[in-house]
C-alpha cells in the first residue's frame, strides 16, 4: 500500500474512530430504564421542528459538571407563566385546535376529578400517541418549566376523547446524575400536559410511562377498591401445648354471627372488624398469631376483574416510551429567584399538587419545598442534641427503614441483620425511639398478636407528663386489599387519636408519612398491589389531616424519580434522604 493510501485510510479510521466516540458517550448518558415492560416510541411532534433527539446529538456535551446555585427557591407551576397568565387546554382533537383558558393559579384545576362513566372506548395506545413540546426547545433555560402535551390515540390512530389514564414522567441526565418526576394533569378529553422544572443545564432526557389505561384505573377505582373482602388470614390459636387454626376475615362489625370469634377495635377500626371461625376445641382469646393467606388476594383479584385480566398484564400495563423527547437547557436567563427557601418546620403541609417537590442531584434529594439540611454529613453530637429529651413513637406498617435509618444516624443500630420487623424499642438516658406496626398483617409468616399494636391504642397511651412526643405515621402496605370506606375509617381515627394527643400535649410534633410505588412480581399484581391507588391512598391521607396542622411528607416523586426499580424496601440511601427531611423538621438550622 502506497503512502498516500495509507494516509486515506487512517483519516478514514479517525472519522470512525470520532463517530463510535459520540455515539458511546450518548450511551453513558442514558442508563438503563426501571420500569418494567413494554418499550415502544410515540409519536413525536417538535415546535418549530427543532426538538432534540437521542440520535441527533452530534455534539459532546458543553457542561459535563452540574452547575449548582447557592440555593434553590421554592418553585411551583404558578411561576411559569405569571401569576394572572393562563394555560391551554385543549377542547378540539383535529385540525388547528381550539384551546380553553384555564387559570394556572387556581388549585381546583388542579384538583383531581373523577368521570363515574366507565370507559369502553378502545384505550390509548402509546406508540401512535402524540407528544408535544409546548415551548420552544430553543429557549428553554435553567429554571424554566417545560410544558409537554400527549394526545392520546388508540390502536387504530383514532383520537380519543377520554381521560383518567395513569402515567409516569420522569426527566433525568444520569451523567450528571440528575433526576425529577414530572407533573401530569389530565384534561379528561384525551390529552393530558406533563410539566418539568428545569433544575439543571445541558440536555435532559425525558421517559413517559403508560401505567394503566384509563378504563383500567377507573375499573380500580369504581370496582377494585371499594370492594370488601379481598384477603383472608390463617389465626393460629395455641393454649400450652395445644394449637388448632381457623380463617379469619375483615368484615364490618354488625355482620358478625354466631360461632365466630370477634375482634373489633372500635376507636382503631370504625365499623369494621377482624372474625375468625371458632376452633374446633380453644377459646377466643387463645388467639397467637396471624399471617394472611396469599392466594386470597390473587383469587379475589381474578374473579373481580374477570375477562378483563388482559388491562393488568402483559402489553396492556407499564407501557414505557424511553427517550420520549431530548432538551436543552440553557443556563439562567431570570434574575427573579432570590427568595429562599423556608425552614421545614414552617412549611406545614404541601397539598398543592402543582408545586415540585425537589429532585435528585448525585444521590441527595434536593427539596423544593423547604430548606432540608444534609444530615447525613452533621457531627454526631449536633444529631444526638436535635433527639434529646423527645420520644419518637414510629407507627404504622411502612416505618421499619425508617426507625433503622434513624437509629443509625444517631449511631444506636447496631446491627441490620437482626432488625426488628413488627416493634422495636430503643431508650437511651435522654432520648426514647419507638416502632409499633399494627395487628394483622399482610405477612406470609405467622405474626405474633403480641408483638403488634394498633395506633390509635399506642397514642391514647402516651402520658409522659413531659409531653415530648414526637410521632410519625405511616400506614398503607398492609391495606393496599381493603376496601376505601375501611382505609378511610381506619386513618379518620388515627387522626382524632392524633387530636386528642395534642389536646393533652399541644406542642406534640406529627408527621404523616405518604404511600410510594411498589413493585409488581406477583400474577395480577398490578391489581391488588396496584401503584394507581397507592396513589390514590396518597391524596386521600392529605385530604383527611388538611387542616390539622401535622406535616404531611410526600415522598411518592422522591421515590418514583429515584435511580432505582420500585420495591418494597427501597435502597437505605433513599430513606437516609426521607430521614434528612423529617430532622429538618424536627431541628430546623
Given at each position: 500500500?502506497?503512502?498516500?493510501?495509507?494516509?486515506?485510510?487512517?483519516?478514514?479510521?479517525?472519522?470512525?474512530?470520532?463517530?463510535?466516540?459520540?455515539?458511546?458517550?450518548v450511551?453513558?448518558?442514558?442508563?438503563?430504564?426501571?420500569?418494567?415492560g413494554?418499550?415502544?416510541?410515540?409519536?413525536?411532534?417538535?415546535?418549530?421542528?427543532?426538538?432534540?433527539?437521542?440520535?441527533?446529538?452530534k455534539?459532546?456535551?458543553?457542561?459535563?459538571?452540574?452547575?449548582?446555585?447557592?440555593?434553590?427557591?421554592?418553585?411551583?407551576?404558578?411561576?411559569?407563566?405569571?401569576?394572572?397568565?393562563?394555560?391551554?387546554?385543549?377542547?378540539?382533537?383535529?385540525?388547528?385546535?381550539?384551546?380553553?383558558?384555564?387559570?394556572?393559579?387556581?388549585?381546583?384545576?388542579?384538583?383531581?376529578?373523577?368521570?363515574?362513566t366507565?370507559?369502553?372506548?378502545?384505550?390509548t395506545?402509546?406508540?401512535?400517541?402524540?407528544?408535544?413540546?409546548?415551548?420552544?426547545?430553543?429557549?428553554?433555560?435553567?429554571?424554566?418549566?417545560?410544558?409537554?402535551?400527549?394526545?392520546?390515540?388508540?390502536?387504530?390512530?383514532?383520537?380519543?376523547?377520554?381521560?383518567?389514564?395513569?402515567?409516569?414522567?420522569?426527566?433525568y441526565?444520569?451523567?450528571?446524575?440528575?433526576?425529577?418526576?414530572?407533573?401530569?394533569?389530565?384534561?379528561h378529553?384525551?390529552?393530558y400536559s406533563?410539566?418539568?422544572?428545569?433544575?439543571?443545564?445541558?440536555?435532559?432526557?425525558?421517559?413517559?410511562?403508560l401505567?394503566?389505561?384509563?378504563?383500567?384505573?377507573q375499573?380500580?377505582?369504581?370496582?377494585?377498591?371499594?370492594?370488601?373482602?379481598?384477603?383472608?388470614w390463617?389465626?393460629?390459636?395455641?393454649?400450652q401445648?395445644?394449637?388448632?387454626?381457623?380463617?379469619?376475615?375483615?368484615?364490618?362489625?354488625?355482620?358478625?354471627?354466631?360461632?365466630?370469634?370477634y375482634?373489633?377495635?372500635?376507636?382503631?377500626?370504625?365499623?369494621?372488624?377482624?372474625?375468625?371461625?371458632?376452633?374446633p376445641?380453644?377459646?377466643?382469646?387463645?388467639?397467637?398469631?396471624?399471617?394472611v393467606?396469599?392466594t386470597?388476594?390473587?383469587?379475589?383479584?381474578?374473579?373481580?376483574?374477570?375477562?378483563?385480566?388482559?388491562?393488568?398484564?402483559?402489553?396492556?400495563?407499564?407501557i414505557q416510551?424511553?427517550?420520549?423527547?431530548?432538551?436543552?437547557?440553557?443556563?439562567i436567563r431570570?434574575?427573579?429567584?432570590?427568595?429562599?427557601?423556608?425552614?421545614?418546620?414552617?412549611?406545614?403541609?404541601?397539598?398543592?399538587?402543582?408545586?415540585?417537590?425537589?429532585?435528585?442531584?448525585?444521590?441527595?434529594?434536593?427539596?423544593?419545598?423547604?430548606?432540608?439540611?444534609?444530615?447525613?454529613?452533621?457531627?454526631?453530637?449536633t444529631?444526638?442534641?436535635?433527639?434529646?429529651?423527645?420520644?419518637?413513637?414510629?407507627?404504622?406498617?411502612?416505618?421499619?427503614q425508617?426507625y433503622?435509618?434513624?437509629?443509625?444516624?444517631?449511631g444506636?443500630?447496631?446491627?441490620?441483620?437482626?432488625?426488628?420487623?413488627?416493634?422495636?424499642?430503643?431508650?437511651?438516658?435522654?432520648?426514647?425511639?419507638?416502632?409499633?406496626s399494627?395487628?394483622?398483617?399482610?405477612?406470609?409468616?405467622?405474626?405474633?398478636?403480641?408483638?403488634?399494636?394498633?395506633?390509635?391504642?399506642?397514642?391514647?397511651?402516651?402520658?409522659?407528663v413531659?409531653?415530648?412526643?414526637?410521632?410519625?405515621?405511616?400506614?398503607?402496605?398492609?391495606f393496599?386489599?381493603?376496601?376505601?370506606?375501611?382505609?378511610?375509617?381506619r386513618?379518620?381515627?388515627?387522626?382524632?387519636?392524633?387530636?386528642?394527643?395534642?389536646?393533652?400535649c399541644?406542642?406534640?410534633?406529627?408527621?404523616?408519612?405518604?404511600t410510594?410505588?411498589?413493585?409488581?412480581?406477583?400474577?395480577?399484581?398490578?391489581?391488588?398491589?396496584?401503584?394507581?391507588?397507592l396513589y390514590?391512598?396518597n391524596?386521600l391521607?392529605?385530604?383527611?389531616?388538611?387542616?390539622?396542622?401535622?406535616?404531611?411528607?410526600?415522598v411518592?416523586?422522591?421515590?418514583?424519580?429515584?435511580?432505582?426499580?420500585?420495591?418494597?424496601?427501597?435502597?437505605?440511601?433513599?430513606?437516609?434522604?426521607?430521614?434528612?427531611?423529617?430532622?429538618?423538621?424536627?431541628?430546623?438550622v
Amino acid at each position: 500500500m502506497d503512502k498516500v493510501s495509507r494516509h486515506s485510510w487512517k483519516k478514514v479510521l479517525k472519522y470512525v474512530f470520532v463517530a463510535v466516540s459520540v455515539v458511546s458517550l450518548v450511551y453513558l448518558v442514558k442508563s438503563v430504564g426501571t420500569f418494567s415492560g413494554p418499550i415502544i416510541s410515540p409519536q413525536i411532534v417538535k415546535n418549530g421542528d427543532t426538538a432534540l433527539h437521542k440520535e441527533e446529538i452530534k455534539e459532546t456535551f458543553e457542561n459535563k459538571d452540574l452547575e449548582t446555585e447557592e440555593f434553590i427557591p421554592v418553585i411551583s407551576l404558578d411561576e411559569s407563566p405569571t401569576s394572572g397568565e393562563t394555560v391551554t387546554r385543549l377542547n378540539s382533537r383535529s385540525g388547528d385546535a381550539t384551546f380553553e383558558d384555564v387559570d394556572y393559579t387556581d388549585h381546583d384545576a388542579w384538583d383531581e376529578e373523577f368521570d363515574e362513566t366507565l370507559d369502553t372506548s378502545d384505550p390509548t395506545n402509546l406508540e401512535n400517541s402524540v407528544i408535544k413540546l409546548v415551548q420552544n426547545p430553543e429557549d428553554l433555560h435553567l429554571y424554566d418549566t417545560l410544558h409537554l402535551i400527549i394526545e392520546t390515540r388508540d390502536a387504530n390512530n383514532k383520537p380519543r376523547t377520554h381521560g383518567s389514564d395513569f402515567w409516569y414522567a420522569i426527566m433525568y441526565n444520569d451523567l450528571q446524575k440528575t433526576r425529577m418526576a414530572g407533573r401530569v394533569l389530565d384534561h379528561h378529553n384525551g390529552t393530558y400536559s406533563v410539566y418539568f422544572y428545569a433544575t439543571w443545564t445541558g440536555y435532559a432526557f425525558i421517559d413517559i410511562t403508560l401505567v394503566h389505561s384509563g378504563r383500567a384505573s377507573q375499573w380500580l377505582r369504581q370496582v377494585y377498591w371499594p370492594k370488601k373482602n379481598k384477603l383472608s388470614w390463617t389465626g393460629h390459636f395455641r393454649e400450652q401445648e395445644r394449637m388448632e387454626q381457623s380463617e379469619c376475615v375483615l368484615t364490618d362489625s354488625r355482620a358478625v354471627e354466631e360461632g365466630t370469634c370477634y375482634y373489633g377495635n372500635p376507636s382503631a377500626l370504625g365499623n369494621a372488624s377482624f372474625i375468625c371461625r371458632q376452633p374446633p376445641t380453644l377459646p377466643c382469646h387463645s388467639l397467637d398469631a396471624t399471617n394472611v393467606n396469599f392466594t386470597s388476594m390473587v383469587t379475589s383479584a381474578q374473579e373481580l376483574v374477570g375477562e378483563n385480566g388482559d388491562w393488568f398484564t402483559g402489553s396492556s400495563v407499564m407501557i414505557q416510551s424511553r427517550d420520549v423527547l431530548t432538551v436543552k437547557i440553557k443556563d439562567i436567563r431570570r434574575t427573579d429567584h432570590g427568595l429562599e427557601r423556608p425552614k421545614c418546620n414552617e412549611v406545614v403541609q404541601q397539598q398543592n399538587s402543582r408545586q415540585f417537590p425537589g429532585y435528585w442531584v448525585d444521590g441527595q434529594w434536593t427539596s423544593l419545598l423547604c430548606d432540608v439540611q444534609p444530615w447525613q454529613k452533621t457531627p454526631l453530637n449536633t444529631i444526638r442534641a436535635c433527639l434529646q429529651n423527645k420520644h419518637i413513637y414510629l407507627l404504622g406498617d411502612s416505618n421499619r427503614q425508617f426507625y433503622e435509618a434513624l437509629l443509625e444516624l444517631a449511631g444506636l443500630l447496631n446491627s441490620r441483620s437482626h432488625r426488628p420487623m413488627h416493634y422495636g424499642v430503643v431508650e437511651t438516658d435522654k432520648t426514647t425511639f419507638a416502632l409499633f406496626s399494627p395487628p394483622w398483617p399482610t405477612e406470609s409468616i405467622p405474626v405474633k398478636v403480641s408483638e403488634t399494636r394498633y395506633e390509635t391504642d399506642v397514642i391514647d397511651g402516651l402520658d409522659d407528663v413531659s409531653c415530648n412526643y414526637v410521632i410519625v405515621i405511616s400506614s398503607y402496605t398492609y391495606f393496599l386489599q381493603w376496601s376505601l370506606e375501611y382505609y378511610e375509617q381506619r386513618m379518620v381515627m388515627i387522626k382524632e387519636s392524633l387530636l386528642r394527643l395534642r389536646g393533652r400535649c399541644p406542642d406534640t410534633i406529627i408527621v404523616v408519612k405518604g404511600t410510594k410505588p411498589n413493585e409488581h412480581l406477583e400474577p395480577l399484581a398490578h391489581v391488588f398491589k396496584s401503584d394507581y391507588i397507592l396513589y390514590q391512598m396518597n391524596n386521600l391521607l392529605k385530604k383527611i389531616f388538611r387542616g390539622s396542622g401535622f406535616y404531611f411528607l410526600d415522598v411518592w416523586d422522591m421515590n418514583l424519580s429515584y435511580n432505582a426499580p420500585n420495591r418494597a424496601a427501597m435502597p437505605v440511601p433513599l430513606i437516609r434522604q426521607e430521614v434528612s427531611i423529617f430532622l429538618s423538621i424536627l431541628c430546623p438550622v
